[in-house]
């Protein structure tokens, strides 16, 4: 009996402790905004959290984020006003509950620059546009395609940094340990953008990658339509054969050798095949009118299958 009495009591103790420590309140006389940064640890929002008065304890906040957010924080500008607890604070990072309204930027992959600009104007349309032309203009393949969340407040420089910052985050993560800056890194983007337009499923962007890297070798042209697409702002489909004859160094059909800078905005799947492409004696491929690709040694192998597949 006295050994129940000891377990209830320190239950009880424990409960008590539980709610002071994670449910006491801090209370704000204003409105405070705090930014977590991409890649931010939990160790880190805590920091941030405590820093700007908060939450009082770090080391509560660590272990409460242990028991219910293992899986960790969104980053993003964050409002806190009025009474907030450690829970309170925690369940915004890990729920992305930012305080105010965000505007969701989604850069799809294969965008290009000028496309992902085209959207940021229309999200924010009092935002300074000379600057965004400025700085994104000739970002072709470095601004990773995923959402991003920014509030109505968000200015064009930080709006910038913020794309620049978290896609160089992603991109060196996933090249590593290639570094970003580097004429290696640039190939591997710019091929990664070649495949993004030209592979569809994961299997065909390594065997795509691996074709290109066929024709390279043997320093045949790599004639490939996403290039003029590029070019022209057209389909594919809406191609002619004048487009063949442009005369830019992005079309590889009458320029050997890789486009000067990406096509696109790659994403994870392309530029992984494109570090690793599959080995194959392929030199050619076209995908049928229901997209079904397939893949010749030869010129006259690819002629039949453009008979048999593209009629």
């Known amino acids: 009996m006295r ?107 294969g965008f290009t620059a000028e496309e992902v600009i085209n959207r940021i104007y229309k999200l924010f349309p009092n935002i300074d546009k000379d600057k965004i032309q400025n700085s994104l203009g000739s970002t072709d393949g470095f601004i990773y395609p995923e959402t991003y969340f920014f509030d109505g407040a968000t200015t064009a420089d930080e709006l910038v940094i913020d794309l620049k910052t978290r896609s160089s985050k992603k991109i060196s993560s996933l090249i590593s340990p290639i570094k970003l800056n580097t004429k290696e890194a640039e190939r591997i983007i710019i091929i990664a953008s070649l495949v993004e337009s030209e592979g569809k499923t994961k299997d065909e962007r390594h065997t795509v990658a691996g074709i290109i890297e066929n024709r390279l070798k043997i320093d045949m042209p790599l004639q490939l339509d996403a290039t003029l697409q590029y070019i022209t702002g057209r389909g594919s489909s809406e191609l002619s054969l004048k487009d063949l004859k442009i005369n830019s160094e992005y079309n590889t059909y009458i320029y050997k050798g890789l486009t000067p800078t990406p096509i696109s905005n790659p994403g994870e799947e392309s530029i992984l095949a494109a570090m690793n492409p599959t080995k194959n004696d392929y030199l050619f491929y076209l995908h049928d009118n229901n997209g079904q690709i397939y893949y010749a040694k030869t010129f006259d192998e690819h002629v039949k299958n453009k008979n048999k597949y593209l009629k």
Request: proline share 4%.
């Open 3 to 109: 050994f129940s009495y000891i377990i209830l009591i320190g239950f009880i103790v424990f409960c008590i402790w539980t709610g002071v420590t994670f449910l006491k309140p801090v209370n704000l006389a204003n409105e405070v905004m705090v930014e977590i940064p991409y890649g931010s640890s939990v160790i880190k929002s805590g920091e941030i959290l405590k820093n700007a008065g908060i939450i009082e304890s770090k080391e509560s906040y660590l272990i409460l984020s242990k028991v219910l957010h293992p899986d960790g924080i969104y980053s993003g500008r964050y409002y806190f006003s009025g009474r907030v607890t450690i829970y309170d604070a925690l369940n915004h990072l890990a729920n992305g509950k930012f305080g105010r309204d965000q505007i969701r930027l989604t850069i799809p992959e």
